[in-house]
């Protein structure tokens, strides 16, 4: 990993990125939309936004960081900083580093940015965007999944337990599928681990709860929980 320093700014790049084709200015909204370089976004899907631009080799979401639950109300999208490899995109971007290295189903990782205010900090994350992606939940909104898809996605699931791969917030929109594969996003606060039984059943079970919660939320959401659930987990284990 790659680091620049453009005081407030810390820049971290993706190893696999040249520092010569990136752009500070490439972490705002507002810039990118100047230039003619923005593509989409997300603002209207009632989560946290994430913006959609064309880069030369492709094209890359940028999410900001934002804190869920009461911290979020309160300070939005500040962090205390306590050492640059200590902090969210530090270790988001290294930790997906390591996972695309290893061939595991994720965003190719572009960037990060790191903005200190003495000791409080904001930031933001580029990665590559899937092409012609849709999250598990649009998908089941759309139309059922067949048992086959259901343990694919569980035999997808496996493969990052297996590598010992904690994600913090696994639920049904961060399960991607893009050109016949799923993928995993957003893995904030997500580590390696030594795989162990407790803490990847806990993982499986806050999938399950996540699409019980989408289950009562979206009308029409194509979820059976009876013959589903037994697939993924039939893929899991396989």
């Known amino acids: ?55 030369a080799e492709g094209e890359c979401v940028l999410r900001h960081y934002w804190r ?34 290893q061939g595991l189903p994720v965003p190719e990782p572009v960037a990060a940015r790191l903005t200190r205010h003495g000791w409080r900090y904001r930031a933001d994350l580029i990665t590559r965007k899937l092409p012609a992606s849709r999250d598990l939940v649009g998908m089941l909104k759309a ?32 399960i991607l599928h893009s050109d016949g594969n799923y993928y995993l996003i957003d893995f904030d606060r997500g580590e390696r681990r030594r795989p162990g039984k407790s803490w990847m059943t806990a993982n499986l079970e806050r999938l399950k709860r996540s699409l019980h919660k989408e289950l009562g939320r979206e009308a029409g959401l194509h979820w059976q929980p009876e013959r589903d659930w037994p697939a993924l987990i039939q893929g899991y284990t396989a």
């Open 1 to 55: 990993m790659k680091r620049l320093h453009q005081a407030p700014h810390t820049i971290l790049l993706a190893d696999n990125l040249p520092s010569s084709d990136f752009s500070i200015e490439s972490f705002e909204p507002q810039w990118l939309r100047k230039q003619g370089w923005l593509t989409g976004s997300s603002e209207a899907s009632g989560r946290n936004p994430a913006w959609f631009f064309a880069l």
């Open 143 to 174: 139309a059922p999944l067949g048992i086959r898809e259901w343990r694919r996605v569980g035999q997808m699931l496996a493969r990052f337990h297996d590598a010992g791969i904690y994600h913090a917030d696994l639920n049904a929109r961060n």
């Open 68 to 101: 869920g639950g009461l911290p979020g109300k309160l300070l939005r999208d500040t962090y205390l900083y306590t050492g640059l490899e200590r902090s969210r995109p530090y270790r988001e971007l290294q930790l997906m580093e390591w996972m695309w290295q």
